[in-house]
């Protein structure tokens, strides 16, 4: 009995030396980048060369309430003169030639609502560096929007897919599903109320996509990518011990744009009021910790 209670000792000892070696070896969560998105009414409305933008004469328009979002592409730039595609990119979403040309792979695409978390990489993936500006190639956004109908104010929700090329098997919108399976330009949209729904294409060129660095660093026509500039920039070590927060501040002021038959701002498409516009007019990336 004695020999039986020295081994169960020894036991007990090594089972205590072992579990202390493991919460020893416990590596400490390394930092990360996370970036999250918001949908901001009251940022400065901006054109396409990142100037204020008042609203075209004989057009209204009006700020979404805005569900959610998806973006394809980030990356963050040194200087001004930093061409697209040079800099930093900390993401790149699933695209596809299963429509044809290349386009994005709407199925397989993140989405993030506002306030939100959008993407979550280690720190340690990001060279080390100070960046000045941030370029985001946006996909698709969907949100609620206000209009008259047979004399009435109804809410209906639009979805916008403002990527350069859309590959689309299907999606729902609010319980409704529609059936597109083939790629789509920018610019598609679809719309849903009571039960509703319609779909249509705004014209090409129509998006509005800020970019302040229109002259040191031109974006493609038709990509969507928005450009924003860090207050203070980011500064990137390579010794952080805590998550670095990116909020994408979009600037939503606005941002549903029509011309108007009736002159009461308000969007009447039974009168014949057509959508010009539902790009995002700003991009304020804001860091902190």
Do not use: H
Request: aromatic share 8%; charged share 15%; hydrophobic share 35%.
């Amino acid at each position: 009995m004695k020999t039986l209670r020295i081994f169960a000792l020894l036991a007990s000892v090594l089972t205590i030396a072992c579990s202390s070696d493991q919460v020893d070896n416990v590596q400490p969560a390394s930092p990360k980048l996370v970036i999250k998105l918001k949908f901001d009414p009251n940022q400065e409305r901006l054109n396409n060369l990142g100037q204020p933008a008042a609203i075209p004469t004989g057009n209204a328009a009006q700020s979404p309430d805005i569900n959610r979002m998806s973006a394809n592409y980030i990356e963050f730039a040194p200087t001004a003169t930093t061409a697209l595609g040079t800099g930093e990119i900390i993401y790149e979403g699933p695209e596809t030639t299963m429509g044809g040309e290349q386009a994005i792979d709407f199925q397989n695409a993140i989405f993030a609502g506002d306030n939100e978390t959008f993407l979550s990489i280690p720190l340690s993936d990001i060279s080390v560096g100070n960046y000045q500006w941030v370029r985001v190639s946006l996909a698709y956004q969907e949100g609620d929007i206000n209009l008259l109908v047979n004399n009435q104010d109804i809410t209906g929700t639009l979805a916008s897919f403002v990527g350069y090329n859309s590959y689309i098997t299907n999606f729902d919108l609010n319980g409704t599903t529609i059936e597109v399976n083939e790629n789509k330009a920018q610019g598609f949209w679809a719309f849903e109320t009571l039960g509703f729904t319609t779909q249509g294409q705004a014209p090409e060129g129509a998006t509005t996509v800020p970019n302040p660095l229109f002259n040191s660093s031109p974006i493609p026509q038709g990509s969507c990518v928005v450009t924003g500039e860090f207050e203070n920039g980011l500064t990137i070590t390579g010794s952080e011990t805590q998550d670095v927060i990116v909020t994408l501040s979009f600037c939503i002021n606005n941002s549903f744009e029509w011309t108007e038959v009736n002159a009461d701002g308000k969007y009447e498409p039974e009168a014949g009021e057509q959508v010009v516009d539902m790009g995002l007019r700003g991009l304020i990336p804001v860091v902190s910790n």
